[in-house]
């Protein structure tokens, strides 16, 4: 079951990264962030199950929730800007670069032993994030322009994928501890998603267009698609027997639906390499999980 779960959530983060990408040609960043975590918020209150799905959270657990969401609260202000600048099916790839992160965090972290298949894993990982700097003919012979993409923007991808690994490190010490449910983990996460996002709007003086962005489709869509695919990653979680090896896996799927929107939604060039890059980054997570 949880296997499914996961499979869901990475299908529906691929969607909702093009969503992403097609919201933010409507409406502005802190836009789109704010009121998409909004009603990601209110959504998620009917599923919670009343007072009890969210009273009971021990305090060191709300501090670890409360600081988790404050990784992801960085960590989507630094995708979105990437999203915005920078071609969907490209940024569909550095996300894999998470499991590059996740290891090092499972070393430095965790105290864990990389096996040798997991330096062989970590090898290809890096390999397949290089090989995006080769330029294709089309390009060399002046037929294409190449995408002209600043390095703050790569940047800002590389921080949001180190964060989301961080996060997801969190999620299975939240869940494994068996002292908070997937309902209580997703209410409090929200409820602080929205006062972060709150607080910025605040202190940066955004000024919202509330009826633009309740105008915008795609808001609506990416709200929904968040409190879906989340619940079913806190729920797989959940599972004693779920591996943080195969999840990591079974995530990437993402990355195809992503690489595939740019192609057929977007339009976008060089999406054949984007998939070669992608299925090395993949090959090296597969032997990493044998």
């Known amino acids: 079951m949880w296997i499914d779960l996961v499979l869901i959530y990475g299908i529906l983060k691929g969607v909702r990264d093009i969503a992403k990408k097609k919201a933010l040609t409507i409406s502005g960043v802190t836009e789109v962030l ?46 979105f800007y990437a999203i ?41 990982v890096a390999a397949g994030l290089l090989m995006l700097k080769y330029k294709p003919r089309a390009v060399r012979e002046g037929r294409q322009t ?10 800002l991808a590389f921080v949001s994928t180190f964060l989301n690994a961080l996060s997801g490190m969190l999620d299975k010490i939240l869940m494994g501890g068996g002292n908070i449910t997937s309902g209580q983990l997703q209410f409090w996460y929200m409820l602080f998603m929205v006062l972060y996002y709150g607080i910025y709007v605040v ?10 962005v ?3 489709p795609y808001v609506w869509l990416i709200s929904i698609l968040f409190v879906i695919a989340d619940r079913c990653l806190f729920i797989a979680n959940g599972y004693g027997a779920s591996r943080v090896t195969v999840m990591t896996l079974l995530k990437q799927v993402c990355c195809i639906v992503t690489i595939a929107g740019g192609r057929f939604i977007f339009k976008e060039k ?12 993949i090959a090296g997570i597969v032997i990493s999980v044998l």
């Open 270 to 281: 060089n999406t054949l390499q984007r998939f070669v890059c992608a299925a090395v980054i």
């Open 203 to 212: 202190v940066t003086k955004c000024k919202i267009n509330w009826k633009g």
């Open 34 to 79: 704010f009121v998409y975590t909004l009603l990601a918020f209110i959504f998620t209150v009917p599923t919670i199950g009343g007072i009890d799905g969210i009273v009971g959270v021990p305090g060191r657990e709300t501090g670890m929730i409360a600081f988790k969401s404050f990784i992801i609260f960085i960590a989507f202000l630094c995708s």
């Open 214 to 216: 309740l105008k915008n």
């Open 84 to 124: 915005e600048k920078m071609p969907i099916s490209l940024y569909g790839v550095l996300d894999l670069s998470r499991m590059l992160f996740a290891m090092i965090l499972g070393v430095f972290v965790l105290k864990e032993h990389l096996k040798f298949t997991q330096v062989i894993a970590m090898i290809l």
């Open 146 to 155: 190449a995408d002209k993409i600043p390095y703050v923007i790569y940047i």
